[in-house]
Structure formats: structure tokens, C-alpha cells
């Protein structure tokens, strides 16, 4: 009987742990803070306890400053007013990979810092000892999509003190690791929101594309493009899924991005927190020489443009007379490939006609009426 009972619980137990719902991750790390310097030993985080425990931290970017930019209060030692020293860290995590490939990380500190990824042996770049300015180290990885635990070390002993953490990727400037890739829980089973985030340069325009395993009170998508890859701008928005843990796919498309590199992220708006970004993907729109048909020669004063290839947008129409005085100007739109028919209206002569558009400019003279 008791043997049977046992059996018992044992399913129940079972039949509730399959029947809890998965958990969604919550961007981010965790961070402990500890009085004292590491002085580069791993054990001293097992070895002490932390005085502050599991600090929600957004990414690593801790710019060098002697103040307490780490908001670490009476965890430091203070030689000199709000000058923190004689303290340590450890952030812990997981890192989502949304594409298979060789990945750098460049981890900036003063002092020591060392970034682990998957419980390896060995760090995938340090900055080692405290005799040292701020400065950055960088080291390379090939990393599978999906998750990989990510913990970094860190100490000040004096001076200033500092910690960021950048990486670069397939399709992927130097950038800052995102909140929208790092998890702070160590658990395996969560589900990460953002899958992939894909940037595809299609002729001159750029398709936009992204997948979620999982939304959180997810009120909207926003695209949002940069010519630098520093200062954005929205470009478009599309409504969020709020809670769900389906997967979700959404589609954009960019259809008149600039010639040269232009780089995208993806905002997600949340109703319980601040935004939560994509790490940021580079595209390079290479110009395409434009062929501009222009009929019927002779004419009575109207014309037609067939311009390819037909999907370069709006674009600027201008004539002007043999001085080189602008007499005419229209914005046409070339979206969908149709040929335009030009009414200028204008006195029978020759003119020079000039066709501005994303993807370059074209000049040719003209006769009107002859």
C-alpha cells in the first residue's frame, strides 16, 4: 500500500512539473556585488558572500568614471568622497545567439574583468591584474543559435572603475550585447522573446524580418534604422502579440533605405518596463546604374519616363532651359515599375531634363513640341 502511495505522488508530481507553464525570459543579468578585491581569483566568489544579491542589471555598460557609476553605496570602500574602491562583482546570465557563426567580444575594464561563456575552462577575453588604465581586450568564439550561460568577474581595487561588454556577428557591427539577447535567469528551460532578427538588402530596398518564441506584455514592434549606427530613428511600427508563448513571425519591408551602409534594430515596447532592443544589423545598399527611357521623340509637348529598375522610390523630376534656370519640377513615384507620363506644359524648346533619386542621378537633354 505504501508502495503503491509512493507511486502515486510520484505521478502527481510528475503530471504538475509537466503541467507548469514555460518561463519567459526576462532581459537582462544578475548581479551580485561583494566587499573587496578579487585579485583575479575565481574562488573568491564562492569563497565570500555578496552584500548585495541578484541586482537586475539591463547589459554591460559601465562607463569609466570615479564615481559610483556601479551603484554599489557602502559594498566599496570610499579613500576620498563617492570614489568607490575595494570592490567586486559578478554578473551571471544567459546569452541568446540568434545566428550560428564567428563571434569577437570586446570586454573593456578597469580593473580586472573576465567574460565565460559556457562554463568553459577558459575565459573568452580577460583583462588581467589592476596596473592597468581602462582598456580593452577582445576574444573570438564560434557559437551555435541558441542559448549560452555568460558570467563575468570583475574588480576594482583604485582609481576609476569601469565595464563594458561589445561583440560583433554575422551581419552584426561592434556594438554593446543588448538587453534583448542577455536572460537573467541560469535555468536552461526559459524561452527567449527574439529568435532572429534579419536585415536582407533586396535590390534597393531592405526586408525586414523576425521571429519571437515567446512575448511578455508586448504592446509593439518598432523598426528603427541609423546611417551611423549610433543615432536612430523609427522607421515603422507593428503591434505585439502582449503574453503568449507561441511562436510569432512579422515581416517589414524598408523601401527606400539610403545607398551605402544603413543599419536596423528592433525596439520592443513592453507595458511593465523600459524597451527592450535587437542586437543591430548592418546592410549595405550598393547603387544601381539607372536606365531611363524617355518617348516619343518627336513629341507634342508631353512625354513618358520608363525608368529601371522600377523600384527606386520617389524621385525628383527637374527641367531647365539652356541658361541652366530650373522651369519645371514634379515628384514622381517609380514604386510599382509603370512608365510616367510628363505634362510639363512648357514652351516648345530643348531643355535639360534631370532625374534625382536614391539611387543616383540621371541628365539628358530634351526637345519639347519639335
Not at 12 to 39: E, K, N
Not at 269 to 293: H, M
Request: glycine content about 8%.
Amino acid at each position: 500500500m505504501a508502495i503503491v502511495l509512493g507511486i502515486c505522488m510520484l505521478l502527481a508530481s510528475t503530471a504538475r512539473a509537466q503541467s507548469l507553464p514555460p518561463v519567459i525570459g526576462s532581459p537582462g543579468l544578475a548581479a551580485d556585488y561583494y566587499r573587496g578585491y578579487f585579485y583575479d581569483q575565481v574562488s573568491f566568489f564562492t569563497a565570500n558572500t555578496p552584500v548585495i544579491r541578484n541586482r537586475p542589471v539591463e547589459q554591460l555598460n559601465f562607463e569609466e568614471a570615479e564615481d559610483d557609476n556601479f551603484r554599489v553605496g557602502n559594498v566599496a570602500t570610499y579613500y576620498s568622497p563617492n570614489r568607490p574602491d575595494e570592490f567586486s562583482a559578478q554578473f551571471r546570465g544567459q546569452l541568446y545567439v540568434t545566428t550560428a557563426g564567428s563571434y569577437t567580444f570586446y570586454l573593456g575594464s578597469d580593473d580586472a574583468a573576465y567574460l565565460w561563456l559556457d562554463n568553459h575552462p577558459q575565459p573568452v577575453a580577460f583583462n588581467k591584474g589592476d596596473s592597468f588604465p581602462y582598456r580593452e581586450m577582445s576574444g573570438t568564439c564560434t557559437l551555435t543559435a541558441g542559448l549560452h550561460t555568460l558570467r563575468v568577474d570583475y574588480g576594482e581595487h583604485g582609481g576609476s572603475q569601469g565595464l563594458v561588454l561589445q561583440y560583433s556577428g554575422p551581419d552584426m557591427p561592434k556594438q554593446l550585447v543588448p538587453n534583448g539577447v542577455l536572460y537573467n535567469q541560469m535555468t536552461a528551460a526559459i524561452l527567449p522573446t527574439l529568435l532572429n532578427f534579419e536585415a536582407v538588402a533586396d535590390n534597393l530596398q531592405v526586408a525586414l524580418n523576425w521571429e519571437t518564441a515567446a512575448e511578455e506584455n508586448c504592446t509593439e514592434f518598432v523598426i528603427q534604422k541609423s546611417r551611423d549606427g549610433k543615432t536612430f530613428t523609427d522607421l515603422l511600427r507593428r503591434p505585439g502579440g502582449a503574453t503568449t508563448v507561441k511562436a510569432r513571425s512579422y515581416s517589414a519591408i524598408d523601401p527606400q533605405p539610403a545607398i551605402g551602409w544603413t543599419y536596423y534594430r528592433l525596439q520592443q515596447l513592453r507595458s511593465d518596463r523600459e524597451p527592450v532592443y535587437s542586437p543591430i544589423k548592418a546592410v549595405e545598399i550598393k547603387p544601381i546604374e539607372l536606365t531611363v527611357s524617355i518617348y516619343p521623340v518627336p513629341n507634342n509637348g508631353t512625354f513618358y519616363l520608363d525608368v529601371q529598375p522600377g523600384n527606386v522610390g520617389t524621385a525628383q523630376l527637374r527641367l531647365l532651359d539652356m541658361s541652366g534656370r530650373q522651369v519645371y519640377e514634379k515628384e514622381i513615384s517609380l514604386t510599382n515599375g509603370a512608365r510616367q507620363m510628363i505634362e510639363p506644359d512648357m514652351a516648345t524648346g530643348i531643355y535639360m531634363l534631370k532625374l534625382t533619386t536614391n539611387a543616383g542621378t540621371f541628365s539628358r537633354k530634351i526637345s519639347l513640341g519639335i
